[in-house]
Structures are given as structure tokens and as C-alpha cells.
């Protein structure tokens, strides 16, 4: 039986609000519904499943609006229980701080769309600063008072960025738990010097993988989660939350008209680990924008490169560190909702490839869904030097500074041939990765590892501005310590709520 949501839908016929929009988990047969405020405070369906919408509307825009309108008007449409202008208002609180998409232009035909000019210098931030505001509202319209235990496993931008979205909201708490081997320096200083009373950071003796999986079986069984509170509702900021997917779309509107005549098709280079960023990409051409292809760019860990080439999606096989680090995953969770839309919203078929996914660590999709999947998307790889050569060679070429993620994008563009004009998106800055970056223009000899402040060396020999949230770091004090077995991940949450004040 589906479970009962409830929300006074009445209240909405004054905003003029046309139709709601349901969602539904990409696993259960029945269909069941959800409106848009369960959905972002459950984060995960209880099946396992990652819930989607129902529809997806059409949206056009003139090329005239703001960033801040795009995206007031995209989130309208996915969040229809969301009262009057209580849309219109978070969106200009958040991106009238920061502009989340700025273009460099590279060539006529080559763009990279850097996303990392917000708090801590990731494109994470665009969804990770709306999506704090977002959930108290959320949790207002479900007449729920609890507070919101919000659960993280990071293969290293998330995190920080999600603590600093969540730190001190109200009616939050926030645990990270990030691979103690699989982040770099940077993103490592980020998370464990972060402040706020209601947030923990935690290493773990494992990979990105294992915390998510840990982190998602959580999720899914939180009545196991043993607290001295009545209630704690358990929740995610990872892209498995509609909430963090859905304003990742906007860029895609507004990097389009900025680069675009109205109609012409043009391909984005995306580097993604979890799927949730490209995704976000085809959901936009689901909406009506014109993109011809999505890239898919992956590092050493190219478990999607062989999906999107073969339909064989198998996680046997070895797991690189590299020095791409949040691309460092096997498991990408998003994947299952551009299954579920392949497969033309069959659930059963999801929950059957998940499972097998589970027990054999593989599976293999149809001949049609993945000529489906091709139609739009293409993929490749970079190995670990060529990631390193494509910084080397923009600089040299175009006097421009990218990070470790935004190389392998570089990659996959110099590897393929495109006659449309082309966007990458830039995920992270480049001083993020300064030691990574450093050393593949100028050789891992040139200074004694560990001796200087990589950041500070790259600016003195490039010029590049340093962003101030990385400047900030050096004075600040490391809080986080722990470090813990990834069996251990249920108990340490166990411990942290029990000395949290929760709200009954």
C-alpha cells in the first residue's frame, strides 16, 4: 500500500500553479506517489529506489532572463507544493551571492563553464547552497517538526560543500563521511577544519564506495538506527536527492543561451563519477533544450565509459586512485534513473538490474535501451597522463589554468570530433588540486614534495587568483579527527545522536 503524503494543494490554486508534479521511486511497480517536499526530505524511497518525476515539463526561455529566473522558473515546475514566491525568494537569496556559471571562452567553438565560484570552490555549490534553504520549507509543508539528520559519503567536494550549506540551520544535523586515502589535501583541510554545532566529519578506512553503500543502507533502514530521540528523520545531500540533482539543471538553460543561437545544438563535456551531473544534462534536453551530445568523461575508473559503449555495467574490476579524486567511484547511483527513463518506467526492470547488480556485480542492458542511451550519449576515458598532459597543454595553449577533474573533460574533447560548438564543464578550481596541478606542468621534481604551499607556488609562477575560501584555510584549526572502519559507520551515528540535542 502506498504510503499517504499530505499537503493542502487547495492553497495552491492562488499562485497560479497550474498542476502539481508527483514523483515516484525508479523501483516500485505500484507507482506509488510523492509530492515534492516528501521527496526532498526522504532523499532516498524506501526501496532503495530514487525517486523521479513523473513528467517532465517543457520550458523555453526567451535567452533574456537572468540565472536567477531560470532557475525560479525550473524549480517552479518540480516544486509545485512550495507556496507564492517562497521560490522566487530562496533563489534570489542564493545566487545574488555568487554567480554560479561563468563562461570562459576558449575558442568559437570551445567554452569551459566554470561552476566552482561559490564557498568552497566546487560546482557542488550550486545545488549545495539552494538545497539547505530549500528543506526547512520542505519540512514546514509535511507538518513535520523532527529535525533532519542529513547523511553524506563523499568522494570529496560534496562534503564540504554540503557542510557549509547545512552548518547551524536550524532543524538539521549533518555527518560526512569521506575515504581516508581518496580526497586530496585540500578538499581533506575543507572538511575536518569545518565549524558549526551541528555537523561531524568522519574518515573512513575504505573507498567512496563503501561509504555509499553504508550510507544508502542507512537510509533505506533507518528504524535500525538505535538514538535517545523519539524521532530523527534520515536524509541525503548526495545527488541521490531530487533536491541536490534538480538545480544542477539550470546551468545547462543558461550556459546554452550565453554560448547558442535559439535552436542550435550543441554538446556539453561532462566529468562525472556518480552520474548526477550529466544527468542533470539530459534531463534538460528532456525539457527542450537543443543539446546534441552529452560526454561522458571519466578517469582510470571507467565504469561508465564501458556501460555507455557496450551496455555492461560491471563493477568487477580494479579501483583506481587517481589524482581526479571525486571521480573515483564504481557505483554511480544516478544511473539508475537514466535506466528507469530507458526502460520507459518499468520498475521491475530497475529493481531486477540493482539486485543483480548487488549479488553478481554486473548486469547487462538491451539491445534497444541502449541505443537509446547512445542516441545522446557518448564516453571516454583518460588515464592518469593524459589527464595530466591536458593541464599542461591548455595552459601552454590558451594560457588557462584547469583542475584534475576539468583535464579528463579536456581529454575526451581533444579524442573526439565535433562540428557543434562544444561546453565543458569545469567542476572544480584548479586550486583545489594545487600539488596535482602543480606538478603536471612543471614536473613532480621541480620542488621536494610536501616543502611549500603548492597553492601559493602555482600563484606565484601563473598569477591565477587564489579563492579566498582556500586562502581562509591556512589559520583555520582542524576540529574533525576521526577516523573509523566502514562497518563502523551505523555506530558512529548512533554515538553522534545520542549526545545531539534533537528536536522531540
Not at 621534481?445 to 616543502?451: C, K, M, P, V
Request: contains cysteine.
Amino acid at each position: 500500500m502506498c504510503p499517504i503524503t499530505f499537503i493542502w494543494w487547495e492553497t495552491l490554486v492562488n499562485y497560479n500553479i497550474v498542476s502539481k508534479m508527483d514523483y515516484i521511486s525508479t523501483r516500485d511497480s505500484a507507482r506509488c506517489k510523492y509530492n515534492s517536499s516528501t521527496v526532498l526530505v526522504k532523499g532516498l524511497a524506501d526501496d532503495g529506489g530514487l525517486f523521479v518525476p513523473m513528467d517532465f515539463p517543457t520550458v523555453t526561455f526567451s535567452g533574456s532572463e537572468s540565472y536567477i529566473e531560470m532557475a525560479s522558473r525550473i524549480f517552479g515546475q518540480f516544486l509545485t507544493d512550495f507556496e507564492g514566491d517562497t521560490i522566487d525568494n530562496i533563489c534570489q537569496q542564493t545566487y545574488a551571492h555568487f554567480n554560479p556559471s561563468v563562461l570562459t571562452k576558449i575558442s568559437d567553438k570551445l567554452h569551459f563553464l566554470e561552476l566552482w565560484h561559490g564557498k568552497t570552490s566546487a560546482f557542488k555549490d550550486v545545488a549545495l547552497q539552494i538545497f539547505p534553504k530549500l528543506l526547512p520549507v520542505a519540512l514546514k509543508n509535511i507538518h513535520e517538526e523532527a529535525d533532519v539528520l542529513i547523511l553524506v559519503a563523499t568522494s570529496g567536494d560534496t562534503g564540504k560543500a554540503a557542510l557549509e550549506g547545512f552548518a547551524n540551520v536550524p532543524q538539521t544535523k549533518i555527518v560526512v563521511f569521506y575515504p581516508q586515502e581518496g580526497v586530496s589535501e585540500m578538499q581533506k583541510k575543507q572538511m575536518v577544519t569545518q565549524e558549526g554545532d551541528n555537523v561531524a566529519v568522519f574518515a573512513i578506512k575504505g573507498n567512496f564506495d563503501d561509504a555509499q553503500t553504508a550510507v544508502k543502507r542507512i537510509l533505506t533502514d533507518g528504524a535500525s538506527l538505535n538514538t535517545k530521540s523519539d524521532k530523527v528523520i534520515l536524509s541525503s545531500a548526495n545527488s541521490i536527492n531530487w533536491g541536490r540533482l534538480m538545480p544542477q539543471i539550470v546551468y545547462y538553460f543558461s550556459s546554452y543561451f550565453a554560448v547558442a543561437n535559439k535552436g542550435e545544438r550543441i554538446n556539453f563535456i561532462v566529468p562525472t563519477g556518480n552520474f548526477g551531473d550529466i544527468l542533470a544534462g539530459y534531463y534538460a534536453k528532456k525539457m527542450g533544450l537543443p543539446i546534441d551530445k552529452l560526454i561522458c568523461a571519466s578517469n582510470q575508473n571507467d565504469v561508465l565509459t564501458d556501460f555507455i559503449n557496450t551496455g555492461i555495467y560491471s563493477v568487477k574490476r580494479p579501483f583506481y586512485k587517481t589524482i581526479s579524486p571525486s571521480m573515483d567511484i564504481l557505483v554511480s547511483s544516478n544511473l539508475e534513473r537514466l535506466l528507469f527513463d530507458v526502460y520507459d518506467g518499468d520498475a521491475a526492470a530497475i529493481a531486477r538490474l540493482m539486485d543483480v547488480l548487488k549479488h553478481k556485480g554486473e548486469f547487462k542492458i538491451g539491445d534497444a535501451q541502449l541505443a537509446r542511451i547512445q542516441d545522446t550519449f557518448v564516453a571516454d576515458f583518460a588515464t592518469e597522463e593524459e589527464t595530466k598532459s591536458s593541464i599542461k597543454w591548455v595552459y601552454g595553449k590558451y594560457n588557462y589554468l584547469i583542475d584534475t577533474h576539468t583535464a579528463v573533460a579536456f581529454s575526451a574533447y581533444k579524442k573526439q570530433s565535433f562540428e557543434n560548438k562544444t561546453v565543458i564543464l569545469s567542476t572544480a578550481s584548479p586550486y583545489k588540486f594545487p600539488q596535482e596541478v602543480y606538478e603536471a606542468i612543471f614536473g613532480a621534481n621541480w620542488i621536494e614534495r610536501g616543502s611549500v604551499d603548492y597553492a601559493t607556488a602555482l600563484y606565484e609562477k601563473m598569477g591565477f587568483e587564489i579563492p579566498a575560501n582556500i586562502v581562509e584555510l591556512k589559520g583555520k584549526k582542524v576540529i574533525h579527527t576521526g577516523v573509523i572502519d566502514k562497518e563502523d559507520i551505523k555506530s558512529t551515528l548512533e554515538e553522534f545522536l545520542s549526545v545531539q540535542k534533537m528536536t522531540k
